[in-house]
């Protein structure tokens, strides 16, 4: 449902103001009532008088293709927020504000919401979309934008863009700002209406509203501790994490369909907000290092980097052995190891292409009876399902890793076979697999007391976990 709007503006320090459509069926209703907000009467939102208001698009042409030569063909009127040289040289990523009629095609493209076939034409929920409000000419409009494009960083000791108009930062940063420099900022117009921030089965808006603060906020230089509030840099956090757990899991769904195949948004999510999490500990403290993380994440499971059938390869690539480690040194490790992926899936490559053997092997030690307590019998056991890996690993490190997961699971009342299944599958997935969000079936069966329909279910799961890895390792060499 729409969230009620029909109450007034916020209190001043409270800009911000969502709608969602929380239902699929919702969506053509949302699309009128962004319609409403774009183009209807101001007052119904805004409370002011009846005066006729204007509808402005501010869109950054790095998220359209060829969006200049749009526009140069569109019949609108429309300018850079650049100026000079800057306009030039940056035209095909700069800011644009666009006069925008109701009747044309680009009002329309921008107030459809997303659907599942995810239509190029349909860009409200793409993370693009600004619509301002005002009784201002575009002249004026341009002139008052372009004081915002950059801020000085005394941190840093340099001015930086501020990209203010996309969608994430209207929400974060500008949502948040003090209230002097938000109503400077907002003086011109009576709402800005951008993209919300809800999963892409949702779709949903959010208000800034322009403020009635006559106060005049006067600064020698946009500064950003003079402009943003502590809770306006935790919001643009937020809003950056958010994007970044959106990329994330788009990067694994296009990329390790495979292996994410059985998990929803959810669970994916979980996915990577623990990759995020032992990421950062690490020292990845970019989106670029997150997502080379990421990839270590799904080729060797969320706990490679303390995995011992590893550790050759890790100390190899200069792993680092106190955390966090220096950035620019975490992305040659990540770097080398994308490399030593590669070259251990070639080592093993036998214990892929012989699939029946293997799944063969994953029931001989499911049903066999466990009986004997010595460790020997579960080397004997991994060297049957794993003959290639396990003489790139070597008998010493073989017998170390399945003693190691022997002590792991001693916390679970686990029959010899299940201790067996999953030490086996260790070397597979990787000795924090009963930890592991990417594979939650696990952690569920481990929660139900021990009979034979859970040693079944382990059985069949790592079966189908085993032959996704295989998918994703072939869909790889495809390439």
């Not at 990209?163 to 117009?189: D, I, N, Q, T, W």
């Not at 929803?264 to 990577?272: H, Q, S, Y």
């Not at 053997?357 to 579960?378: K, M, N, P, T």
């Amino acid at each position: 449902m729409i969230a009620p709007l029909s109450e007034g503006l916020p209190a001043a320090g409270s800009w911000l103001v969502e709608a969602e459509a929380a239902v699929a069926k919702d969506r053509d209703r949302l699309s009128r009532v962004l319609a409403s907000l774009a183009f209807g009467d101001p007052a119904a939102v805004w409370g002011g008088d009846e005066a006729p208001a204007g509808c402005f698009a501010l869109l950054e042409a790095a998220r359209f293709p060829d969006f200049p030569e749009q526009l140069d063909g569109a019949g609108l009127d429309y300018a850079s927020l650049m100026r000079g040289e800057a306009a030039e040289d940056l035209r095909d990523v700069a800011p644009y504000l666009i006069a925008l009629p109701p009747d044309h095609q680009l009002a329309r493209r921008l107030l459809t919401p997303k659907s599942g076939n995810d239509a190029h034409w349909q860009l409200w929920g793409s993370g693009s979309v600004t619509l301002i409000r005002s009784r201002a000419s575009l002249d004026d409009l341009l002139r008052h934008f372009r004081k915002f494009t950059r801020i000085f960083d005394a941190g840093e000791g340099r001015w930086n863009y501020f990209r203010f108009y996309a969608p994430e930062a209207m929400r974060g940063l500008v949502a948040h700002m003090k209230p002097a420099p938000f109503a400077a900022f907002s003086a011109p117009f009576l709402f800005a209406l951008t993209e919300g921030r809800r999963p892409s089965r949702f779709w949903s808006a959010a208000i800034l509203c322009g403020c009635a603060i006559t106060s005049i906020f006067v600064c020698g230089m946009l500064t950003r501790d003079g402009l943003f509030s502590k809770e306006a840099e935790a919001a643009a956090e937020a809003e950056a994490l958010h994007r970044h757990f959106l990329r994330s899991v788009e990067f694994l769904r296009q990329i390790f369909a495979p292996i994410v195949a059985g998990l929803d948004d959810e669970r994916t999510r979980e996915v990577v907000a623990l990759a995020h999490e032992r990421g950062k500990e690490a020292g990845a403290n970019s989106s670029r290092l997150q997502l080379q993380y990421l990839v270590m994440v799904a080729s060797w499971g969320s706990y490679f980097d303390t995995d011992p059938q590893y550790w050759a390869i890790l100390n190899k690539a200069g792993w680092p052995e106190t955390y966090p480690a220096a950035p620019q040194k975490l992305g040659v490790v990540l770097a080398d190891l994308a490399e030593g992926i590669d070259a251990f899936e070639a080592a093993v490559a036998d214990d892929r292409t012989e699939a029946a053997r293997i799944l063969w092997a994953f029931e001989d030690v499911g049903d066999h009876d466990w009986s004997q307590a010595d460790s020997s019998v579960l080397h004997h056991a991994v060297r049957h399902v794993w003959p290639a890996r396990t003489r790139w690993l070597g008998p010493e490190l073989v017998k170390y890793c399945c003693d190691a997961m022997i002590d792991q699971l001693a916390q679970w009342d686990l029959s010899r076979a299940e201790i067996a299944l999953l030490t086996c599958m260790s070397f597979q997935l990787g000795h924090g697999l009963c930890h592991d969000p990417l594979f939650p079936w696990i952690r569920e069966s481990l929660q139900l007391p021990r009979s034979e329909e859970r040693r079944r279910a382990l059985t069949e799961g790592l079966r189908d976990s085993y032959q996704r890895r295989i998918a994703a390792v072939r869909l790889e060499d495809e390439k």
